[in-house]
């Protein structure tokens, strides 16, 4: 067989704030490694959200010793997924449920697309490289009692391949916004860029609220590559794989209640009541910016919810060329400096910078 699906990790609880380390000790390349993270809420009554299941996940990193080849949070690495892949939902059931448990299938995918022969991982690469996963376990999901974790690769096999790198993404940089203030970052100039991208999440306001103008820029704004708006962003060269829709279910209560979501940006949604028999009463939903959905209901009823909307987590991607296209990529070892412009919209939001690039085996 030329591929296989190898189990790094079988479903193991996670109760505590805790790592859970995994050698990467294997002969064969990998194409992928899957993260099934699973958050069990809760709230015997049901209520508002803590946050959005995925905050459970505080770190995924990929180390060799002190060389980091990976290193996210979980709203980083699965906004990274969708806009890489395409794929949303990639799988699982996503509820806000007492006593139920959210499952959610996120990927690190180390080449251009499954089964990439050119770009892999390839452990016999290094030393000694670890996949550690760093849970903060009461962060996500609707008051949540634990999580859950495995971890599968998907792996070649009998297919001998010789891959000439991977695809290395690490975040750069947060700071927390300042209305009108620009943040300048200098980003790193060592391996080519496939993308560069921009997350800022806050319940109720929109990632285009949250970030003015972005500007980027060479050797002292000797040539300047974007000089633009988010929507602009969004709507133009980073489009592709930013719109997503998803389901949920959760709680109606006459209350109201609050539950975060995927979609941060124009979000759409519809309700109706997720029951055997008919039941009276309407259901309403409403809001959605910043992934921070307002549910209503004339009285308790289980409620099923479709969405729909913009920029994953609150993310905008910058693709770089062709993305089937290596040599098509952004060539930074030729310039002297690499800068980042952002003007921050509302203040109090806590913004992200982080970059897809290649990292080329040695000879």
């Not at 806050?202 to 708006?229: C, R, T």
Request: glycine share 10%; hydrophobic share 40%.
């Amino acid at each position: 067989m030329n591929y296989r699906y190898l189990e790094l990790l079988g479903l193991m609880d996670i109760e505590s704030n805790r790592t859970v380390v995994i050698d990467l000790n294997m002969a064969d390349p990998i194409s992928e490694i899957i993260l099934d993270t699973r958050v069990t809420n809760g709230a015997g009554g049901g209520e508002s959200s803590t946050n959005h299941p995925i905050a459970s996940v505080a770190k995924v990193e990929i180390v060799d010793g002190s060389d980091v080849l990976f290193s996210l949070d979980g709203f980083e690495t699965e906004a990274l997924d969708i806009y890489h892949s395409g794929k949303h939902p990639r799988g699982g059931w996503y509820n806000y449920l007492p006593s139920n448990p959210t499952d959610r299938q996120t990927a690190i995918t180390f080449g251009r697309h499954l089964w990439d022969e050119l770009l892999a991982f390839d452990p016999k690469k290094f030393t000694n490289p670890q996949l550690k996963i760093s849970f903060a376990y009461a962060a996500g999901g609707m008051a949540p009692s634990k999580c859950e974790l495995s971890v599968l690769a998907a792996m070649f096999d009998e297919k001998m391949i010789s891959p000439v790198g991977f695809l290395m993404t690490k975040e750069v940089k947060s700071w927390v916004s300042v209305a009108g203030a620009h943040e300048y970052t200098d980003l790193p100039t060592d391996y080519p860029y496939r993308k560069l991208l921009l997350q800022d999440r806050l319940a109720e306001y929109p990632p285009h609220w949250m970030f003015g103008n972005i500007k980027l820029s060479e050797d002292q704004d000797k040539k300047v590559i974007v000089n633009n708006e988010f929507r602009d962003l969004m709507f133009g060269i980073g489009r592709e794989n930013a719109y997503i829709e998803e389901a949920w279910t959760v709680v109606g209560s006459a209350a109201g209640r609050a539950q975060h979501i995927t979609p941060t940006m124009d979000v759409m949604g519809v309700a109706n009541t997720w029951a055997e028999n008919v039941l009276g009463g309407d259901q309403g939903v409403y809001g959605g910016d910043g992934g921070y959905l307002l549910v209503n209901s004339e009285g308790e009823a289980n409620i099923q919810i479709k969405v729909a909307g913009w920029a994953p987590h609150g993310t905008l991607q910058i693709p770089f060329g062709l993305q089937d296209v290596i040599e098509d990529w952004y060539d930074v070892s030729k310039i002297g400096s690499l800068k980042l412009d952002v003007t921050d919209g509302v203040s109090s939001g806590t913004s992200k910078v982080f970059i897809q690039q290649l990292r080329r085996y040695a000879a």
